[in-house]
């Protein structure tokens, strides 16, 4: 019915050769017409739906926002590292689902808030898939509590996201400001 084209800024899993949103979402737009698109990857408010909108979506689909809303299911540590999460710490990699045992296959990292396991083995990917004894180490760490219980999952917007909305206000809200933003450029 719709097809997402989603960008390489997106929080969670997507292609390892991901694509920005940008220039992705009008090439998909034009190749897939007249299917509607929605963008995703990098949306977080009214303004990145506008864009959506302008490049030829059809709307915007939305993750890492909705995790910071009090109807998400998530731990409240998992909220308060996207409030308070900034865009440059946020990393696409492996490396968490390798060392959770994970089945997503290599092709489809993750971008997630930064972890210590990121620093530990980054770009020695194939080295902690081959060490049972580092997954056991992070399965340890997580009972300890020194690491989360899950990645955070986030994506480079998360910068826009500062506040704790619910998700009933929340989309109404991204609705007017896109209409706000798409009256001021039509002013321009
Ligand atoms: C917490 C979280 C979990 C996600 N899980 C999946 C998933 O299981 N499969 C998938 O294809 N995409 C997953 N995604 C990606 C989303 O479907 C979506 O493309 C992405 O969140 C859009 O980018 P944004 O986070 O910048 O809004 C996830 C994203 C987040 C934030």
């Known amino acids: 019915d719709v097809i997402v084209a989603q960008g390489t800024e997106s929080g969670g899993h997507g292609a390892r050769h991901g694509r920005s949103t940008l220039p992705f979402v009008p090439a998909v737009v034009d190749l897939v017409d007249p299917v509607p698109v929605l963008a995703a990857g990098g949306i977080a408010d009214g303004r990145g739906v506008a864009a959506a909108l302008v490049l030829g979506a059809a709307g915007a689909l939305i993750g890492t926002r909705f995790q910071a809303t009090t109807e998400a299911l998530v731990d409240p540590s998992i909220t308060k590292a996207i409030l308070e999460g900034r865009g440059r710490d946020t990393e696409r990699s492996t490396v968490l689902d390798i060392a959770r045992g994970s089945r997503w296959p290599a092709k489809y990292p993750a971008r997630t808030l930064g972890h210590p396991y990121l620093d530990h083995w980054r770009g020695?990917?194939?080295?902690l898939a081959a060490d049972p004894q580092a997954r056991q180490n992070y399965q340890d760490d997580v009972a300890r509590g020194t690491v989360p219980p899950l990645p955070v999952w986030a994506g480079e917007a998360v910068d826009l996201i500062t506040d704790l909305p619910s998700a009933t206000?929340?989309?109404?809200?991204?609705?007017?400001?896109a209409q706000e933003a798409l009256t001021r450029a039509g002013r321009r």
């Open 169 to 177: 206000d929340l989309v109404p809200a991204l609705a007017a400001q």
């Open 124 to 127: 020695r990917e194939a080295e």
